[in-house]
């Protein structure tokens, strides 16, 4: 995407937002503060796509108007349509290289150029790629991103990657931990999720022998098959899905965890099968095929996950 030197120094004008929002603004990007950005200077962030519009420049170029996302903000992108060959699928993350623009309300991005993300690297949380829409309570969502934050590279990658489809970080963030039991309410999943992390790290902070960092991983992912497990009807309720009644979160949380650990080739064989054994372990009898947990790990997850959940207890849902 080359764009000529004519419309590089003279591209200047903003076009409002397509939809008002009261979010406050923060380019979170690997390349500068979001408090101290400056016309003109150049700028690359992860965000999703949302749509383009129609758009004109001042001096009469056939132009797009392009939303652009992140949890904590709605973005107003603007690229001459000459420098566009084709737009992602919605909600797709990409990697966007710009010009900062502030004018009006909030700053702007005149993009250069994108490119599509298949593996989003240690340096980007995914949960800060979420939509705004998608989440039910910002507090745990900021949760979660601290905990991401605290783990090692190889671990947050794989995080990343287990929710890299937006389908499944949407599912995640949306639904509840169950129908009738625990945590049933919107982003109740992910409520779980934190909150055995956050037990699981206490818990390795008294015992210095349990891998803090594992546990806080095997936390973040344990319920990822469950934004498959669950769908909303119409009337706004939550009930199982065909994947969720044929299938089962913990059979798809695996499937999960082994597509996204073929996009971490730098973790450690002996990790991925601890993670392996962590995700698919059981008390069950024996002649159910599953493996009785041989880990320390194992035993004392096994113990916070209960306990959040009776913590997490709701009556049945109507």
């Known amino acids: 995407m080359n764009n000529s030197t004519t419309h590089e120094s003279n591209v200047s004008v903003t076009i409002s937002p397509c939809r008002p929002t009261n979010l406050p603004v923060a380019l979170k990007t690997t390349t500068c503060s979001p408090t101290n950005l400056e016309p003109s200077q150049r700028i690359d962030l992860v965000c999703r796509y949302g749509a383009h519009f129609d758009a004109t420049s001042k001096f009469g170029?056939?132009?797009?108007?392009?939303?652009?996302?992140?949890?904590?903000?709605?973005?107003?992108?603007?690229?001459?349509?000459?420098?566009?060959?084709?737009?992602?699928?919605?909600d797709a993350l990409v990697r966007i290289e710009g010009i900062v623009i502030l004018g009006g309300e909030s700053p702007s991005i005149w993009v250069r150029s994108w490119e599509p993300i298949e593996t989003l690297p240690p340096q980007d949380c995914i949960f800060?790629?979420?939509?705004?829409?998608?989440?039910?309570?910002?507090?745990?969502?900021?949760?979660?991103?601290?905990?991401?934050a605290s783990l090692p590279?190889?671990?947050?990658?794989?995080?990343?990657?287990?929710?890299?489809?937006?389908?499944?970080?949407?599912?995640?963030?949306?639904?509840?931990?169950?129908?009738?039991?625990?945590?049933?309410?919107?982003?109740?999943?992910?409520e779980h999720s934190v909150q055995t992390a956050e037990m699981a790290e206490s818990m390795a902070a008294q015992s210095p022998h349990l891998d803090r960092d594992l546990l806080v991983t095997l936390a973040l992912v344990h319920d990822s098959g469950k934004a498959l497990e669950y769908e909303k009807t119409r009337s706004g309720r939550w009930r199982m899905s065909?994947?969720?009644?044929?299938?089962?979160?913990?059979?798809?949380?695996?499937?999960?965890?082994?597509?996204?650990?073929?996009?971490?080739?730098?973790?450690?064989?002996?990790?991925?099968?601890?993670?392996?054994?962590?995700?698919?372990?059981?008390?069950?009898?024996?002649?159910?095929?599953?493996?009785?947990?041989?880990?320390?790990?194992?035993?004392?997850?096994?113990?916070?996950?209960?306990?959040?959940?009776?913590?997490?207890r709701y009556p049945r849902m109507g």
Not at 251 to 262: E, M, N, T
Not at 302 to 311: G, K, M, N, P, T
């Open 242 to 312: 065909s994947c969720g009644r044929r299938v089962g979160h913990k059979v798809s949380g695996i499937r999960l965890a082994s597509l996204a650990l073929s996009h971490c080739p730098e973790m450690a064989p002996r990790r991925k099968e601890s993670l392996f054994h962590l995700l698919s372990c059981s008390f069950a009898p024996s002649w159910v095929g599953l493996r009785t947990p041989d880990m320390d790990e194992a035993r004392v997850f096994s113990a916070i996950d209960r306990l959040s959940a009776e913590a997490g």
């Open 128 to 148: 800060d790629t979420a939509l705004p829409n998608w989440i039910a309570d910002r507090n745990i969502v900021d949760r979660a991103c601290a905990l991401w």
């Open 61 to 90: 170029d056939p132009a797009w108007r392009i939303d652009l996302y992140r949890r904590d903000t709605i973005i107003s992108g603007f690229a001459l349509q000459c420098n566009i060959e084709r737009f992602p699928v919605v």
């Open 153 to 190: 590279a190889e671990d947050r990658r794989f995080v990343n990657a287990v929710f890299l489809d937006p389908q499944v970080l949407r599912g995640f963030l949306a639904a509840p931990a169950s129908c009738a039991h625990h945590h049933a309410h919107d982003g109740g999943c992910i």
